[in-house]
T-cell receptor, first 112, second 115 residues
């Protein structure tokens, strides 16, 4: 079956580093996305990984291991505005290749 | 416009009422998606359009749900005879390419409450 797992909640301190993990089991794989969603707002794109390794974008980095079905999102120098839900999504390779399978999201609280 | 626009932002409907939710994607975006998001959950896929063609409607929960995009731009999601379990945020997203890897741009969603 299709399954995306990520922790429900995490807490971190302003200025620190936090790693949000995502494991997936899908019948096919054609890329993994991370999105950020503030309460009451639309998800916004953070990163996309299709090959193994680390993609770095400023304070945010995303890692993928296809053999392990594993990804993480790394947030450095945390700011209060980083308090949000972080959604992991996998593009399945079956069918017309358009559907994203979403995790339930990790709610991150950044404390002063 | 600059982003994906959805209207109305909030909709309250009585059970059994029909509703229509509108999505204006980013101009020129070929792909358009509808998602349903319950509180504290990730988005659930409903349907996908490439231009005016509805290529995947496997996520529509019942035949009460219908989506269209007649001219390959604006899309409407219609829910007939609404039920309480239809209460959720309905998100529309568009993207520029049909190949894999493109990112989705989401609208702010329509929050539907069925009483």
């Amino acid at each position: 079956g299709q399954n995306i797992d990520q922790p429900t909640e995490m807490t971190a301190t302003e200025g620190a580093i936090v790693q949000i993990n995502c494991t997936y089991q899908t019948s096919g794989f054609n890329g993994l996305f991370w999105y950020q969603q503030h309460a009451g707002e639309a998800p916004t794109f953070l990163s996309y990984n299709v090959l193994d390794g680390l993609e770095e974008k400023g304070r945010f980095s995303s890692f993928l291991s296809r053999s392990k079905g594993y990804s993480y999102l790394l947030l450095k120098e945390l700011q209060m505005k980083d308090s949000a839900s972080y959604l992991c999504a996998v593009r399945d390779r079956t069918g017309n290749n358009r559907k994203l399978i979403w995790g339930l999201g990790t709610s991150l609280a950044v404390n002063p | 416009g600059a982003g994906v626009s959805q209207s109305p932002r909030y909709k309250v409907a009585k059970r059994g009422q029909d509703v229509a939710l509108r999505c204006d994607p980013i101009s020129g975006h070929v792909s358009l998606f509808w998602y349903q998001q319950a509180l504290g959950q990730g988005p659930e896929f409903l349907t996908y359009f490439q231009n005016e063609a509805q290529l995947d409607k496997s996520g529509l929960p019942s035949d009460r749900f219908f989506a269209e995009r007649p001219e390959g731009s604006v899309s409407t999601l219609k829910i007939q005879r609404t039920q309480q379990e239809d209460s959720a945020v309905y998100l529309c997203a568009s993207s520029a390419r049909t190949a894999g890897g493109e990112k989705l741009f989401f609208g702010s969603g329509t929050q539907l409450s069925v009483l």
